[in-house]
């Protein structure tokens, strides 16, 4: 009987030890996309105000958000972003299935906020070399006051989200 109970013993611990080794299911694309996400920080604009910073370590994403006031087109903190990505050996990522989007101005209704106002939004990605990390800067600028003529030179506020997370490819739009 001891000596069934010993083998017993003896499968149950070297099953144990197969399982445990097979929970290790971190890849080295993994282990370096953690590494990335500790050493970068997100890069903000000089005159910013409200910054808002968010950090979500199990999904490894960074994020900031804040406000400036600089007239539209914002080619300021473009050249700001571009510059800072590209000192951090990121290049300008251009998905192909949102390519009317990439880096270009658009404007809609955002009927997911109470008083509906109207947006104009500018989106832009870069990748590091090794395709790990991807980062995003969204800039938006809100009219709520329906009444009067919306002129782009008018709205100095400046909504600025940027964050940065492993390499994803968005589902390619219908």
């Known amino acids: 009987m001891k000596s069934k109970n010993k083998i017993c013993c003896f499968f149950v611990l070297i099953s144990i030890l197969f399982l445990s080794g097979c929970t ?46 600089m007239t ?56 590091n070399q090794n395709q790990t990390q991807r980062a995003t800067l969204v800039l938006k600028y809100y009219w709520r006051n329906k009444e009067k003529r919306i002129v782009l030179n008018d709205n100095q506020d400046l909504n600025v989200e940027f964050r940065i997370q492993p390499f994803y490819m968005e589902p390619p739009q219908k």
């Open 24 to 69: 290790s299911t971190e890849t080295s694309i993994e282990k370096q996309q953690v590494n990335e996400f500790k050493n970068f920080q997100p890069p903000v604009y000089m005159t910013a105000v409200n910054i808002k910073e968010k950090f979500y370590k199990k999904h490894l994403i960074k994020k900031v958000r804040y406000n400036i006031k």
């Open 72 to 127: 539209y087109p914002a080619e300021e903190i473009i050249k700001f972003y571009d510059d800072e990505m590209s000192n951090n050996h990121f290049e300008p990522f251009f998905d192909s299935s949102y390519k009317e989007n990439n880096r270009k101005w658009n404007s809609y209704v955002d009927g997911t906020i109470e008083d509906e106002p109207y947006v104009i939004i500018h989106n832009m990605s870069w990748t």
